[in-house]
């Protein structure tokens, strides 16, 4: 059964940060490229971040470029996002996801989301 679990989330002040977790179970992800997508009530889910387990190439979104970094650990099959500088505006629900298809900001591209992992950012 492959599970996808999201955890690391809070609420936190403007200008702090947090390291969310993905932990993947079920079968290794060490060749699959892996996403962070957030979504707040009445938005669409859109893209944050992405990255390739071999290789070492990542994407970010423009609104989170320069303050996210993503990672992983494939001993641990594990993906995280380090979210520095944190706005108010990075409220949402944090979701990963494994990278199924071509394209990597598109939400159709990924599938096996996790069940999100809530920020809350106060200012």
């Known amino acids: 059964q492959v599970q996808l679990v999201e955890s690391g989330g809070g609420l936190v002040q403007a200008g702090g940060s947090l390291r969310l977790s993905c932990a993947a179970s079920?079968?290794?992800?060490?060749?699959?490229?892996m996403g962070w997508f957030r979504q707040t009530i009445g938005k669409e889910r859109e893209f944050v971040a992405a990255i390739n387990w071999y290789g070492g190439t990542t994407y970010y979104a423009d609104s989170v470029k320069g303050r996210f970094k993503i990672s992983r650990d494939n001993a641990k099959n594990t993906v995280y996002l380090q979210m520095n500088n944190l706005k108010p505006e990075d409220t949402a629900v944090y979701y990963c996801a494994v990278k199924v298809r071509a394209g990597w900001y598109e939400r159709r591209a990924y599938d096996y989301w996790g069940q999100g992992t809530q920020v809350t950012v106060s200012s």
């Open positions: 079920g079968r290794t992800f060490s060749r699959d490229a």
